[in-house]
T-cell receptor, first 116, second 110 residues
Framework: NAGVMQNPRHLVRRRGQEARLRCSPMKGHSHVYWYRQLPEEGLKFMVYLQKENIIDESGMPKERFSAEFPKEGPSILRIQQVVRGDSAAYFC??????????????FGPGTRLTVL | DQQVKQNSPSLSVQEGRISILNCDYTNSMFDYFLWYKKYPAEGPTFLISISSIKDKNEDGRFTVFLNKSAKHLSLHIVPSQPGDSAVYFCAAGGSYIPTFGRGTSLIVHP
């Protein structure tokens, strides 16, 4: 029973390039959450998605960042024109339902993005 | 402005002793609190939670205490084991969106 999968685990981009981070939720989970952890910081919520819908993107920067969770395939977090400040660990979590406590969220191993 | 604070970035404890990790919060609307454990190169793993209607929750070696008047919670690990060495995050909130602290790195020495 595979857990939450994220790829790539490490991603290096030069300033101005695009970064695409993928998240495959646990089997049967239709709720996906993206978090970002900057160096020496805690995890910060970015966006909550269900299949084909963005439920809450209150933590997402207004520019350059977008997320989707299509009917088929993984959830994608896309960062356009990356800057050095985007360097961070990006974690995805999934849950079976969206209304429960957070103990229902299962985290993936994260993608570490480095912007040169 | 940090709403959830873990003021100790690190803690070192001898195997078999008690580990006490502390967390303070500022938002009185928070009504649900969790602790996550994180090993290097892995995602956070849920450890234990407590709702605001309780002041203590216990699960094996792990106990979380909540002091609402002081807006403070703590995680006790007794007895501590070397495998407990990890970063522990406190999280709090009133909805499905938790606010995380910066974490405390626990090292348990054999």
């Amino acid at each position: 029973n595979a857990g939450v999968m994220q790829n790539p685990r490490h991603l290096v981009r030069r300033r101005g390039q695009e970064a695409r981070l993928r998240c495959s939720p646990m089997k049967g989970h239709s709720h996906v959450y993206w978090y970002r952890q900057l160096p020496e910081e805690g995890l910060k919520f970015m966006v909550y998605l269900q299949k084909e819908n963005i439920i809450d993107e209150s933590g997402m920067p207004k520019e350059r960042f977008s997320a989707e969770f299509p009917k088929e395939g993984p959830s994608i977090l896309r960062i356009q024109q990356v800057v050095r400040g985007d360097s961070a660990a990006y974690f995805c979590a999934s849950s079976l339902t969206g209304t429960g406590g957070w103990n229902e969220q299962f985290f993936g191993p994260g993608t570490r993005l480095t912007v040169l | 402005d940090q709403q959830v604070k873990q003021n100790s970035p690190s803690l070192s404890v001898q195997e078999g002793r008690i580990s006490i990790l502390n967390c303070d919060y500022t938002n009185s609307m928070f009504d649900y609190f969790l602790w996550y454990k994180k090993y290097p190169a892995e995602g956070p793993t849920f450890l234990i939670s407590i709702s605001s209607i309780k002041d203590k929750n216990e699960d094996g070696r792990f106990t979380v205490f909540l002091n609402k008047s002081a807006k403070h919670l703590s995680l006790h690990i007794v007895p501590s084991q070397p495998g407990d060495s990890a970063v522990y995050f406190c999280a709090a909130g009133g909805s499905y969106i938790p606010t995380f602290g910066r974490g405390t790195s626990l090292i348990v020495h054999p």
